[in-house]
């Protein structure tokens, strides 16, 4: 596909933007090869990065600095989480670092999945950043809702989880024909079932960078973890120090928190290291890049201290055996859709249509 056709499937980039990748349209024109990046964009997503959800208004400005002040290099956030303008802030800000020194992972929200919403999604979220590209762009559930809803979530019916993947697709392309300048580096999904994946990677032509799902000490999906690296698929862990996320209070009650269990605090002794850093080391050692959330600069500090805390095939085999299956973050009911189909019926075996994942 020709870069101006892209451009124009696109609709709604900003003319600046436009204009860095074909000044003039006319068939006579030779298109106008972009500079390249300044820098290189950073290679891979960082095992460690600051997830964003529930960081209200300056907090999000103020976490996103410490962050940066603390040598993260991966942010992840989300337009749901209703603070992209202020983490902008901090990327505008002259203390932040380059942009290309950073990986920054942004999510589709459900009410903006119908094909032509998708740029306009994708665009909103640039401008509130300030920039002109992201590193990753998740469809953050497998769920379409109407848009214009004033808020209610109503289940769109009509579109499916394949044509809003098409719509990304044409955003990475943007990337690839831009040279950078402009779009999605890479594409991915979130909250998705093994039935679901299955439908993706069958039509896909840019097939997902990753995946982000619940994944931690007391939902540790491991099957489900391996399947992806053997796809090739990163997974991306969210939640990643369980039920201490203050949302999930209620999910299960009489559970401590996973800081107060006996178990991380042991191995946490032994490592000579907080319990949190062991919980997130043990989300590195298994090959999950962990995005905790804090807006305590002391907090931030030490999570990505835990890409220092080392784990034995022997204790990650001992902790496997530990699983509780408990997941905190569900809203099937409340949406009236069945999510993580296949990954809670107590056994997580899920077959596909070319067989078991
Ligand atoms: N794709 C999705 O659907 C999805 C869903 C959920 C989450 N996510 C992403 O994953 C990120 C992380 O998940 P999460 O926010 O649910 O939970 P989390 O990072 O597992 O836990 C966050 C909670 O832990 C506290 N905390 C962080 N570091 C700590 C430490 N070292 N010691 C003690 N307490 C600590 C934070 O409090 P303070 O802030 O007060 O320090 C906050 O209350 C989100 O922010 C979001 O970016 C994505």
């Avoid at 290679?43 to 996103?64: E, F, H, Q, R």
């Avoid at 580096?185 to 679901?196: E, K, L, V, Y």
């Avoid at 080391?281 to 962990?290: E, I, Y």
Wanted: aromatic fraction near 8%; charge should be neutral; hydrophobic fraction near 35%.
């Amino acid at each position: 596909m020709k870069t101006s056709t892209l451009l124009s499937i696109l609709g709604g980039i900003s003319s600046t933007i436009a204009s860095k990748v074909h000044e003039k349209d006319g068939e006579d024109q030779k298109p106008i090869t972009p500079s390249p990046p300044k820098h290189e964009p950073i290679s891979a997503i960082p095992p460690v990065g600051l997830g964003l959800w529930n960081s209200k208004g300056k907090d999000a400005t103020k976490a996103t600095l410490s962050a940066f002040h603390n040598d993260y290099t991966h942010l992840d956030g989300a337009a749901a989480y209703g603070n992209e303008d202020y983490v902008g802030l901090a990327l505008s800000d002259k203390k932040a670092p380059p942009r290309s020194s950073y990986w920054l992972t942004s999510k589709l929200w459900n009410s903006m999945h119908q094909p032509k919403n998708v740029p306009i999604a994708f665009n909103k979220t640039l401008s509130e950043y300030n920039t002109t590209y992201l590193d990753l762009y998740l469809m953050h559930w497998p769920v379409a809702f109407l848009p214009d809803r004033g808020g209610r979530s109503i289940i769109d019916q009509d579109t499916s989880i394949t044509d809003t993947w098409a719509a990304m697709e044409v955003l990475a392309s943007a990337y690839k024909a831009s040279n950078g300048a402009y779009g999605a580096r890479h594409i991915g999904i979130s909250n998705f079932s093994p039935r679901q994946i299955d439908q993706i990677m069958k039509m896909c032509t840019i097939c997902p960078y990753a995946h982000e799902f619940e994944t931690h000490p007391y939902l540790q999906q491991q099957e489900f973890v391996n399947w992806h690296h053997r796809a090739g698929v990163k997974v991306i862990a969210y939640s990643p120090l369980a039920n201490i996320n203050p949302t999930y209070k209620d999910v299960m009650p009489d559970l401590k928190p996973i800081l107060e269990d006996q178990l991380w605090e042991a191995i946490a002794k032994k490592k000579n290291c907080t319990v949190a850093q062991a919980i997130l080391g043990w989300g590195v050692a298994r090959d999950t890049v962990v995005i905790p959330k804090s807006v305590h600069e002391k907090r931030i500090q030490e999570n990505l201290a835990s890409l220092n805390v080392k784990f034995s095939e022997e204790e990650l085999k001992e902790i496997n055996k530990q699983d509780k299956k408990i997941r905190f973050n569900n809203p099937s009911k409340s949406w009236g859709v069945e999510l993580f189909e296949g990954l809670d019926d107590g056994t997580n075996r899920f077959l596909t249509a070319d067989g078991e994942l």
